[in-house]
């Protein structure tokens, strides 16, 4: 058996996964099924699932969704592209993105008109960065991921504004800002820090959780940033850790037993799966109580929405 639990009090949902799951709620309740989803609302896969037994669609692309219906873009944010398909089909748009993350696309947008050519710091893929570098042309953003990839960068770029992927932390891009710095000599960042203040809380709270504690299991699915980067940190804090992406069927290894063992969320996984695992482990609760958060943000007024006219062709 194990010997003990110590779970993280900052742990779970942020306010923009909160705000997300709240808007694909409150839309199948004022529309009725079938709603729309373009991409994973947040990235957990019992989140999804639990969305598709209501009636929720997951589509990669507008082409899916059929005229004449409501279609929800992810918290996660869109290319631009989307948004101008969507008009053209008419089809009536319910924005879930983070405002962290549209905050993001807003300071990108306002330094590429001052001159300033963008490096947005994030994973090349990942729908966040997709989303974010598309709101600037081409020519003027350039994705990087490591100090090496800052090395490939032009040399010849006058002045550079730095934008981040919000679930990135400042651990995380610390030497590549610091490489930016040395390898240009005007850089401009923006006025308030683009990393998302949970992803922040959730690794220093994993730090401390890697003080107290055996070993570390971070639920959280496969294909989320946040949680992933979870379990690197408590590696690095010196505690070995593993990702749980499910905690129904997660059996506990031989090797756990009579540890003290730390347990955390990524931002998108829900307190059910925390309490699930919990129960699998089945020892005494200790809760280590860290700052307390307090965010949140305004959902956007659905009172009229309804689904449009379907245009005749």
Known sequence: MVKKIVLVSLRGFCAGVIRAIDIVDLALDKLGAPIYVRHEIVHNEHVKKDFESRGVVFVDELNEVPDGNCVILSA??????????????????????????IKVHMEMISAWKKGYKVIYIG??????????????????????????????????????????????????????????????????????????YATQNRQDAVKELAK???????????????????VEVAKLAGTDAELVPDPYTYIVPEHLHGKIIGVSSGASAPEVLVETLINKLVAPVEILNLKEENVSFKLPDMNNLQRPQIMLK
């Open 76 to 101: 996660h944010g869109s290319e631009t592209r989307v948004y101008k398909e969507a008009k053209a089909r008419n089809l009536a748009i319910i924005d879930a993105t983070c405002p962290l993350v």
């Open 123 to 196: 994973h090349k893929g990942h729908q966040e960065v997709i989303g974010a570098t598309s709101h600037v042309p081409g020519d003027s953003c350039f994705l990087v991921g490591s100090v090496s990839d800052v090395e490939s960068l032009p040399s010849n770029l006058e002045k550079i504004f730095i934008s981040t992927q919000t679930t990135l932390s400042i651990d995380d891009t610390k030497e590549i800002i610091d490489a930016l710095k040395k390898q240009y000599k005007e850089v401009s960042l923006p006025a308030a820090q683009d990393i998302c």
């Open 212 to 230: 107290v504690t055996d070993y570390i299991l971070i639920i959280g699915s496969k294909n989320s940033s946040n949680s992933c980067r979870l």
